[in-house]
């Protein structure tokens, strides 16, 4: 692969937290494009790299290239401008808020216009706001949310808040989307759904998907790439049929409930 095919190219990073090596020594790329699935045991060190690639957590060594451009001390809003999108385990929505209040929220580090714009209703502060309503519509047609448009989050199922949660990290535009255990604690139908959002996403608008899941028939049946970690290492790497041939990953997993 050139490194232009890449748009994430990760280099030898490892992370420690008081002696427990969370990542460790970790290299692997990400193509354009693609979806890639991270999946591994509990405390591997999956939630930790997304933490690193967002800029939450700050790498001990490595590095990375993020669209031909490295980063080292990246933090969580200038990942956001440069178009790394994110969505967490447990969902941190605003339960008393609309649905299209809470996708908007997903703009708010993208405002132009500075608080006393808004404050006041100056005109590019107006236009500004009508701008990012066409686009949060956009957004509910697309995750098939319009008739949910005006209900408070709270009143959703889980299944349709954790699409809420897909499109407040949409509406930013990124062009990697990284997805914590998306499907986490859904039943088969809403697990079905979500993943045709996410195929759709990656297929009509283009955006790379890093996601983590424990569901294998779903990381087998959605993913063109997985990463396998254990112990903060990498021990798999390679398309869903090669990684599930390997068996250094089946050791990694004897014994494993998921
Ligand atoms: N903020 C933190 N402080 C201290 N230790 C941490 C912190 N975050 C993660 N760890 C440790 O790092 C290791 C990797 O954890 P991490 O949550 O990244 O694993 P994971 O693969 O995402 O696990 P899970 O599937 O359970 O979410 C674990 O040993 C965990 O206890």
Known sequence: MSSTDSILQVSGISLSFKGVKAINELSFDVRR???????GPNGAGKSSLLNVLNGVYRFDAGSIVFEQQPFKRIDPLTAARRGIGRTFQNNALFKKMSVIDNILTGLSRHLRSGFIEQALNLPRARREAEDFRRQAQGILEFLELQAHRDVPVGKLSYGLQKRVELGRALIAGPSLL??????????AEEKQEMARFIADINRDLGTTVVLIEHDMSVVMGLSDHVVVL????????????????????IAAYLGVVH
């Open 33 to 39: 494009g693609e979806i890639c699935a991270l999946i």
């Open 178 to 187: 990284l997805l914590d255990e998306p499907m986490a604690g859904m039943n």
């Open 230 to 249: 254990d112990y903060g290492r990498k021990v798999g790497d390679g398309t869903p049929a090669e990684v599930q041939a390997n068996p250094d990953v």
